[in-house]
C-alpha cells in the first residue's frame, strides 16, 4: 500500500474531524482531490488527471441516461449476445459506446478492453495515443436495470509494459492485478457515487445534481475488520463442492466467530452488494459451481472486476482471494479469465482461506496415503 503524503494526510484528518464535529468545511470536488494527488505523488501525471476525469465525463452522461431509462427506449434487449454468452441490454450497449467514445479520443491510452468485447479495443490512428491501459465492465448488475436496483461502472487501470507508439499486445495488456496503478467503480443508486483508489488510500464521492459536481463524501474509506452480512447466491448450493458449502455453513452457523448467524444481504449486482459491504463490513462471495460447463471456475471476470475490486477492498483494509491464493497475485491467462471470488472484511476472507486450505491439506494427505 502507497504511504499517503503529509500534506493530504492533514487534509484528510481536517475533514474527518470536522465532520465528526458536524462543523461544515467547502466541498472538495474529485478534480480537485486528484490534482492534489497529482501534486503529491511524483508517478501522477497530468495525462492520468486527464484519464480519469474523461471517466468521470463518461460516468456522467452514463448516470443521467440511468435516471430517466423508464422515460424512453433503452430498456429490454438488443438482440445481441455479448462474447460472454449473455444478451445485451440497450443500455449496456449504450454504456459501452459512451465509455470508448471518450476514452479513445483522450489521448492518454494505448488501448482499452470492456466485458462486451471480445477483443481489444485498440485507439484509431487518428487520435493520439498515451501509455495507458483501460479495463472496465460498462454496466454491471445490468439485469437489474428493468426493475430500478443499484448498478455501476467498474474500471481498472495500467500502464503498458512496451515501447510507447507501438501497436499494444495481448501479453501486455494480460498484468496481474497488484500492477493496477488505478481502480474504481461508480454506482447508480438512489445517489451517484464514484469510489476510487491510486494507492493512496480509498475515498468515495457522491455526484450533486445541482452543481454537477462529485463532491468528497466518504474520505479515506476502511472496512470493518469483521462484518455482520454474507453475500452469496444460495440457490447455487446443489453446484457447489464440499468445501464451498462448510464455507457458506460457517457464516450461517451460531457457532462461528461472531456467536450468531451472519445476516444473508444478496442483491445480485456485484458493484452494490460489494459498495454496502465495503461501507458496513462482510463478505461477498461468488465460488465456483458446476452449473454451467462453459464456466468451471465461476462467473465473474478475473481483468474487469475481480482485480479493480480487490485492489480498493485491500486498499481499504479488506481481502480478496479465490479461495487460495490472492485476487491480486494470480496470472491472467486470457482477457476474460473467469475467478471465483470472496471479497470483503479481512477477518472474514481469511476464514474463507482457511477453510479451503484445510480441504486442500486433507484431500492431499488422502491422496498420499492412497498412492
Not at 7 to 29: D, H, V, W
Not at 41 to 52: I, N
Not at 216 to 228: A, D, R, T
Request: glycine fraction near 8%; charged fraction near 20%.
Amino acid at each position: 500500500m502507497a504511504e499517503i503524503g503529509p500534506a493530504f494526510a492533514t487534509l484528510l484528518f481536517k475533514i474527518t474531524s470536522s465532520a465528526e464535529k458536524g462543523i461544515n468545511m467547502p466541498q472538495i470536488t474529485v478534480t480537485e482531490h486528484l490534482l492534489w494527488h497529482q501534486k503529491e505523488s511524483p508517478m501522477a501525471t497530468g495525462r492520468f488527471t486527464r484519464l480519469l476525469n474523461e471517466l468521470i465525463l463518461a460516468a456522467k452522461i452514463i448516470s443521467r441516461e440511468v435516471n430517466k431509462a423508464g422515460l424512453v427506449d433503452i430498456l429490454g434487449f438488443t438482440g445481441e449476445v455479448n462474447v460472454q454468452g449473455e444478451e445485451v441490454r440497450r443500455l449496456d450497449e449504450f454504456a459501452n459506446r459512451v465509455l470508448i467514445h471518450r476514452l479513445e479520443r483522450a489521448g492518454v491510452l494505448c488501448a482499452m478492453a470492456s466485458e462486451e468485447n471480445a477483443d481489444l479495443i485498440e485507439i484509431p490512428p487518428s487520435f493520439p495515443m498515451g501509455d495507458y491501459i483501460l479495463i472496465f465492465d460498462p454496466l454491471d448488475g445490468s439485469s437489474n436495470i428493468d426493475v430500478n436496483v443499484s448498478i455501476g461502472t467498474i474500471f481498472s487501470i495500467y500502464r503498458r509494459l512496451g515501447a510507447s507508439g507501438k501497436r499494444v499486445t495481448m501479453d501486455e495488456v494480460l498484468q496481474k492485478g497488484s500492477r493496477q496503478v488505478a481502480a474504481g467503480y461508480f454506482v447508480y443508486g438512489s445517489s451517484t457515487m464514484m469510489v476510487y483508489t491510486t494507492g493512496q488510500g480509498v475515498h468515495g464521492f457522491t455526484l450533486d445534481p445541482g452543481v454537477g459536481e462529485f463532491l468528497l463524501s466518504h474520505p479515506n474509506i476502511k472496512i470493518p475488520e469483521k462484518g455482520k452480512i454474507y453475500s452469496v447466491n444460495e440457490a447455487n448450493w446443489s453446484y457447489w463442492d464440499e468445501p464451498t458449502r462448510q464455507v457458506i455453513s460457517y457464516f450461517k452457523s451460531p457457532e462461528n466467530e461472531r456467536g450468531e448467524p451472519y445476516t444473508l444481504r444478496y442483491i445480485g449486482s456485484l458493484v452494490a452488494d460489494f459498495h454496502r459491504n465495503l461501507l458496513s463490513g462482510g463478505i461477498f462471495m461468488y465460488p465456483a459451481d458446476f452449473r454451467n460447463s462453459k464456466k468451471p471456475r465461476g462467473k465473474l471476470r478475473l481483468m474487469c472486476e475481480a482485480n479493480p475490486l480487490a485492489m480498493i477492498v485491500q486498499e481499504a483494509g479488506g481481502l480478496a482471494t479465490d479461495g487460495i491464493n490472492s485476487i491480486l497475485e494470480i496470472e491472467p491467462q486470457e482477457l476474460h479469465q473467469r475467478v471465483p471470488l470472496f471479497i470483503g472484511s479481512k477477518r472474514d476472507v481469511l476464514k474463507v482461506a482457511e477453510i479451503y486450505r484445510q480441504n486442500l491439506n486433507l484431500n492431499n494427505i488422502e491422496t498420499r496415503s492412497h498412492g
